[in-house]
């Protein structure tokens, strides 16, 4: 008899993204005339920068001769790429990355949802709420987070840290010893960030306790203020207690190709049940070379084109495209009365759903009233409750239409 990994039946019945695709799919197939404007889940709608289309087409070339031709490459990712990364996202920001310390992988949905697998199954785990759901769901699938109570929306071993308008989405520090934390700024959902003050405490935190932060910051393309920090590590001693996650898939539009990496500096250390220091770093090596055959050459070209001069400036406009989409957004929710927040440093706009209505409510009432679709709140959280978000990833002219829509026959 093979038995299953009970685990999974602890998850809630549907991935979100799943429940909304599938809500828009009966609504389109039973009204076919209508056009309906996604707003919802963030995939891009810019092509590929010209930088990038042509590295690939060059190492297509490339492959199809004898001198050119790559099979396996190393699980870590490939030299140019790790050094083009540590270079320009790192060095030139005074923040010393070596190269090694740096894992191509494809994509940060799928680093930030592996990297449970070197952690022990008793860390006892914080996480911010609302909050993107693999670092949840994932945990729960390791068996680190009990039983989950509908009633209120929890797992009863997660330690759940609020991010809302009360606290001005500024997660506080838990008032219980935790060994994982759980960090993304600039932050999927709400769109809002940190200063360098705020992830100070966070660090001080886990240098304190030995805990370790696991930090996205995948949005760190979008930050368009000064003073806001792009990575973790600008912040003193970081390098000892965080790993940080990075993807091409919003900044170059690579969520079709597949391409991100992690960081893990070799002084994050964790622990045996002895005491014994352990290097993350060698864990998650070792992991990588067991489960991962490496991202593919073709790809990692394309990554490093976007560190050329010329990828640089296509890709800073296609950011620039979105981050005008995030402004339409914004005044049309001002224009229509409806309270909001982020969507300066972030892709995200993260808005109060109006008349006492719930996040699942309003979706149905975008949907079937105004043909727009956007991400329930209480998807992400039980703190996500009574918020809606809506993605600036849409198409200019889209986005525009449906802030009118919006606009014209108020919520």
Request: proline residues 5%.
């Amino acid at each position: 008899m093979s038995y299953i990994n009970e685990n999974f039946l602890e998850l809630q019945e549907s991935y979100l993204f799943s429940t909304i695709a599938k809500k828009v799919a009966n609504y389109t197939q039973e009204h076919p005339d209508k056009k309906v404007i996604k707003l919802g889940i963030g995939d891009v709608t810019r092509p590929i920068v010209p930088a990038c289309i042509q590295a690939m087409h060059q190492a297509v070339e490339e492959m199809g001769t004898l001198e050119g031709f790559k099979g396996y490459g190393p699980e870590q990712g490939y030299d140019f790429l790790r050094k083009a990364i540590a270079q320009y996202d790192y060095h030139a920001r005074g923040v010393d990355i070596a190269e090694d310390e740096i894992f191509v992988s494809d994509g940060a949905k799928c680093d930030t949802g592996n990297i449970v697998d070197i952690f022990a199954q008793g860390n006892v785990v914080a996480i911010t709420d609302p909050v993107y759901p693999v670092y949840l769901d994932t945990n729960v699938m390791a068996g680190r987070s009990g039983a989950f109570n509908p009633e209120t929306g929890t797992y009863e071993k997660i330690v759940y840290l609020p991010v809302m308008a009360e606290n001005d989405f500024k997660p506080e520090l838990p008032n219980q010893k935790v060994d994982m934390i759980y960090l993304c700024f600039p932050n999927n959902p709400t769109g809002t960030v940190l200063k360098k003050e705020e992830l100070e405490k966070w660090v001080k935190y886990a240098r304190e306790n030995h805990a370790v932060i696991l930090y996205d910051s995948a949005y760190e393309a979008f930050i368009t203020e000064e003073g806001i920090p792009h990575s973790i590590y600008e912040v003193e001693g970081a390098k000892e207690v965080a790993i940080e996650f990075r993807s091409f898939s919003k900044t170059a539009g690579f969520t079709g190709l597949r391409c991100g990496y992690v960081v893990i500096p070799k002084g994050v250390k964790g622990y045996t049940k002895q005491g014994k220091e352990v290097s993350y770093h060698q864990l998650w090596n070792r992991r990588t070379c067991t489960k991962f055959n490496g991202a593919s050459y073709i790809v990692q070209r394309a990554a490093e084109a976007i560190y050329s001069e010329e990828g640089q400036k296509q890709i800073k406009e296609n950011i620039g495209y979105y981050m005008e989409n995030a402004r339409i957004i914004r005044e049309g929710l001002e224009k229509a009365g409806i309270p909001y927040y982020g969507g300066v440093n972030a892709p995200y706009v993260w808005l109060k759903v109006p008349d006492g209505k719930t996040s699942w409510e309003f979706f149905d009432t975008l949907l079937q009233e105004y043909n727009v679709v956007g991400t329930p709140g209480s998807g992400f959280g039980p703190h996500g409750e009574g918020y809606f978000r809506l993605t600036a990833f849409g198409t200019k002219e889209n986005t525009i239409e449906a802030m009118e829509r919006i606009k014209s026959k108020g919520c």
